[in-house]
């Protein structure tokens, strides 16, 4: 599939948006790496995600236009960022990531190149002050992430980013995308809806989905962006607010649309990877003992997990899946 938008005859412009929410030090580094860019940014655009964010002092009258808004999260940060966009593209940093100065060189020559392509991600590599098991290097900021990328070993796996020519069948598994390195054609991002509002998590899925419901997310196979792991990346916090979300989200994947459905496989061809979902979620409820929360998250699975049986493996205790695998695998 190919973008159902009419292709601008100019060359592609583009604005960076990133939100950011009391990390004045992460984000300095984040627009640091926006500006140092061989191919300029046309705009540069920080939303400040609470009115007195500390963000807003310490990058106020520098190169980059700075945003507060009242706190309301990170979609609604996003998509003050995309009303404030005046370029044909729109790309995205999260505060506490950085992009490789040759980044949007690249993804602007692909645009030109072909351009038909609707969205674009990048490869990217994963690094630590002090690194762990998923971690690809040890670097501090962009200076020390670009020595260490000379002679890195990848580590992780990014071949789930590979989804052009299945993008919306492929997203309905779970996300395949990468924020830090996302573009996406305005016309096409604002038809889709940007960012839902008010989601805890799961938020760049939705994008994600929406977006491919019009084109097709397009790859380009090298590691442009640096991924910082640390203590205060959201993404390692766990709550039963987050599990709901995340099926609510994928509940609203199925529902109607205003916007195109492209081909896709069969509810039951996702089976597993909702029951993961479900699975986590419910162990997320019994680590906070919240019994409510707990029948939620049955109730909105019912939909997605129509077999009560894969409800009930999800409800079932690990050692209880397990000693169940083990009899399956006996009876081959």
Same mark, same amino acid.
């Given at each position: 599939m190919t973008t159902d938008a009419p292709v601008p005859a100019d060359p592609p412009t583009f604005a960076l948006v990133i939100p950011t929410h009391r990390r004045?030090?992460?984000?300095?580094?984040?627009?640091?790496?926006?500006?140092?860019? #061989?191919?300029?940014?046309?705009?540069?655009?920080?939303v400040a995600d609470g009115l007195d964010d500390p963000a807003v002092p310490v990058l106020g009258g520098g190169p980059v236009q700075v945003i507060p808004i009242a706190k309301a999260g990170v979609a609604a940060a996003r998509n003050?960022?995309? *009303?404030?966009?005046? #370029?044909s593209w729109i790309c995205f940093l999260d505060d506490d990531d950085l992009l490789h100065p040759e980044y949007l060189s690249r993804v602007a020559a692909?645009?030109?190149?072909?351009?038909?392509?609707? *969205?674009?991600?990048?490869?990217y590599w994963s690094f630590a002050a002090e690194t762990g098991t998923a971690d690809e290097f040890s670097a501090s900021d962009l200076d020390s992430a670009l020595v260490a990328a000379r002679t890195a070993r990848p580590l992780t796996d990014l071949g789930y980013l590979r989804i052009e020519g299945r993008s919306f069948d492929l997203l309905l598994e779970?996300?395949?995308?990468?924020?830090?390195?996302?573009?996406?054609?305005s016309e096409l991002l604002r038809r889709a809806g940007g960012f839902p509002v008010g989601m805890v998590t799961a938020e760049d899925w939705v994008m994600y989905v929406n977006v491919a419901r019009l084109t097709e997310w397009h790859l380009i196979p090298e590691r442009l962006a640096f991924f910082r792991d640390h203590p205060r990346t959201a993404t390692r916090a766990g709550d039963p607010v987050k599990g709901l979300t995340t099926l609510r989200a994928i509940r609203s994947f199925w529902e109607p649309s205003a916007l195109p459905t492209p081909p896709h496989r069969p509810l039951d061809a996702y089976r597993a990877h909702y029951r993961h979902v479900l699975t986590w #979620?419910?162990?997320?409820?019994?680590?906070?003992?919240?019994?409510?929360?707990?029948?939620?998250?049955?109730?909105?699975?019912?939909?997605?997990?129509?077999?009560? #049986?894969?409800?009930?493996?999800? *409800?079932?205790?690990?050692?209880?899946?397990?000693?169940?695998?083990?009899l399956r695998r006996g009876r081959r």
């Amino acid at each position: 599939m190919t973008t159902d938008a009419p292709v601008p005859a100019d060359p592609p412009t583009f604005a960076l948006v990133i939100p950011t929410h009391r990390r004045p030090d992460l984000v300095q580094q984040a627009v640091q790496s926006a500006l140092r860019q #061989t191919r300029p940014f046309d705009q540069v655009i920080v939303v400040a995600d609470g009115l007195d964010d500390p963000a807003v002092p310490v990058l106020g009258g520098g190169p980059v236009q700075v945003i507060p808004i009242a706190k309301a999260g990170v979609a609604a940060a996003r998509n003050a960022g995309i *009303a404030a966009a005046r #370029t044909s593209w729109i790309c995205f940093l999260d505060d506490d990531d950085l992009l490789h100065p040759e980044y949007l060189s690249r993804v602007a020559a692909v645009i030109e190149e072909t351009p038909e392509v609707g *969205a674009v991600n990048t490869e990217y590599w994963s690094f630590a002050a002090e690194t762990g098991t998923a971690d690809e290097f040890s670097a501090s900021d962009l200076d020390s992430a670009l020595v260490a990328a000379r002679t890195a070993r990848p580590l992780t796996d990014l071949g789930y980013l590979r989804i052009e020519g299945r993008s919306f069948d492929l997203l309905l598994e779970r996300l395949r995308g990468s924020m830090s390195t996302a573009a996406v054609r305005s016309e096409l991002l604002r038809r889709a809806g940007g960012f839902p509002v008010g989601m805890v998590t799961a938020e760049d899925w939705v994008m994600y989905v929406n977006v491919a419901r019009l084109t097709e997310w397009h790859l380009i196979p090298e590691r442009l962006a640096f991924f910082r792991d640390h203590p205060r990346t959201a993404t390692r916090a766990g709550d039963p607010v987050k599990g709901l979300t995340t099926l609510r989200a994928i509940r609203s994947f199925w529902e109607p649309s205003a916007l195109p459905t492209p081909p896709h496989r069969p509810l039951d061809a996702y089976r597993a990877h909702y029951r993961h979902v479900l699975t986590w #979620t419910l162990l997320l409820c019994r680590l906070e003992h919240d019994g409510r929360a707990y029948r939620e998250a049955l109730r909105i699975a019912r939909p997605i997990l129509p077999r009560r #049986t894969d409800r009930l493996r999800a *409800a079932a205790p690990e050692w209880l899946r397990g000693a169940s695998g083990v009899l399956r695998r006996g009876r081959r």
